[in-house]
Nanobody, 125 residues
Framework: QVQLVESGGGLVQPGGSLRLSCAASGRTFSSYAMGWFRQAPGKEREFVAAISWSGGSTYYTDSVKGRFTISRDNAKNTVYLQLNSLKPEDTAVYYC??????????????????WGQGTQVTVSS
């Protein structure tokens, strides 16, 4: 089973950009579909984006389409989330997660088997 560690969060002004990384340990990373979720204070964890094991399929929640991009480098055991044109409502703790059913992208948190500890993204002027 993989272990996940996120990095790259921080404080950014509206309209700015960040690149989140999620580094995975374990030799089976390439077989997992990967997802990014976020949770704002007082709100439920919500789906942001996901990518299949091969990287050939991606899916985004409507509110981030055209602004966020998910990608993966299986040689580096890392998945990325590029956040552009950030808005204050994007402020949240961002989590990466791994789903061992790697061919199918899921938007449901319960489908994911392994979670990272999260990284804070704050968008504020």
């Amino acid at each position: 089973q993989v272990q996940l560690v996120e990095s790259g969060g921080g404080l950014v002004q509206p309209g700015g950009s960040l690149r989140l990384s999620c580094a995975a340990s374990g030799r089976t990373f390439s077989s997992y579909a990967m997802g990014w979720f976020r949770q704002a204070p007082g709100k439920e964890r919500e789906f942001v984006a996901a990518i299949s094991w091969s990287g050939g399929s991606t899916y985004y929640t409507d509110s981030v389409k055209g602004r966020f991009t998910i990608s993966r480098d299986n040689a580096k055991n890392t998945v990325y989330l590029q956040l552009n044109s950030l808005k204050p409502e994007d402020t949240a703790v961002y989590y990466c997660a791994a789903d061992n059913f790697g061919e199918v992208i899921s938007t449901t948190p319960s489908s994911y088997d392994v979670w990272g500890q999260g990284t804070q993204v704050t968008v504020s002027s």
